[in-house]
């Protein structure tokens, strides 16, 4: 189970992360749409999908050795940073604004685990997390109000900083 739901202010029979294949491929937006998306809603969640848009636009086509295949000197990969924006969507929208509980490939030992591909993951598999998540980031736009305090916040974080969930999308 990669995550488990404090169920607080959410009126889901589930927690997102147990849903099947076949829930996943729906529409979670309207599924758990709860409440009308206001127009500031909507605008950003339309601003969030062109970013991702151009993410996959970007990939399209390339093969699991060119995506996994270091660019820079640090070791850095195309796959890496797909699986990172993935572990970034999980964190902020799933973790933060709608307080479940997830797990992360990151260590103390190894801060940075997100950004590594091991050599039996695929590139495909990658791209499929990243949907995934995003499927997930939108259901927690679709219900949850922008000016909602997060439901969990970082010891280290001021106490200005991220004060709802607008500022989180923003």
Same mark, same amino acid.
């Given at each position: 189970?990669?995550? &488990? &739901?404090?169920?607080?202010?959410?009126?889901?029979?589930?927690?997102?992360?147990?849903?099947?294949?076949?829930?996943?491929?729906?529409?979670?937006? &309207?599924?758990?749409?709860?409440?009308?998306?206001?127009?500031?809603?909507?605008?950003?969640?339309?601003?969030?999908?062109?970013?991702?848009?151009?993410?996959?636009?970007?990939?399209?086509?390339?093969?699991?050795?060119?995506?996994?295949?270091?660019?820079?000197? &640090?070791?850095?990969?195309?796959?890496?940073?797909?699986?990172?924006?993935?572990?970034?969507?999980?964190?902020?929208?799933?973790?933060?604004?709608?307080?479940?509980?997830?797990?992360?490939?990151?260590?103390?030992?190894?801060?940075?685990?997100?950004?590594?591909?091991?050599?039996?993951?695929?590139?495909?598999?990658?791209?499929?997390?990243?949907?995934?998540?995003?499927?997930?980031?939108?259901?927690?736009?679709?219900?949850?109000?922008?000016?909602?305090?997060?439901?969990?916040?970082?010891?280290?974080?001021?106490?200005?900083?991220?004060?709802?969930?607008?500022?989180?999308?923003?």
């Amino acid at each position: 189970n990669a995550c &488990s &739901s404090s169920n607080a202010g959410r009126d889901r029979a589930r927690p997102l992360c147990l849903l099947t294949q076949a829930e996943r491929d729906t529409d979670l937006c &309207s599924r758990w749409h709860t409440r009308l998306m206001d127009a500031e809603t909507v605008a950003l969640g339309r601003f969030l999908d062109a970013q991702r848009t151009n993410v996959f636009e970007i990939v399209l086509g390339l093969s699991d050795e060119a995506a996994k295949r270091p660019v820079l000197p &640090s070791g850095w990969t195309i796959a890496g940073l797909v699986q990172h924006l993935a572990y970034v969507e999980r964190y902020w929208f799933r973790d933060i604004v709608a307080g479940e509980t997830c797990d992360y490939p990151w260590t103390k030992d190894d801060p940075d685990a997100d950004w590594h591909i091991a050599s039996d993951v695929s590139f495909d598999s990658v791209l499929a997390l990243y949907r995934t998540e995003i499927a997930r980031s939108k259901a927690v736009l679709a219900t949850v109000a922008l000016d909602t305090r997060p439901a969990r916040r970082e010891e280290r974080w001021e106490p200005e900083w991220a004060p709802d969930f607008r500022s989180v999308v923003l």
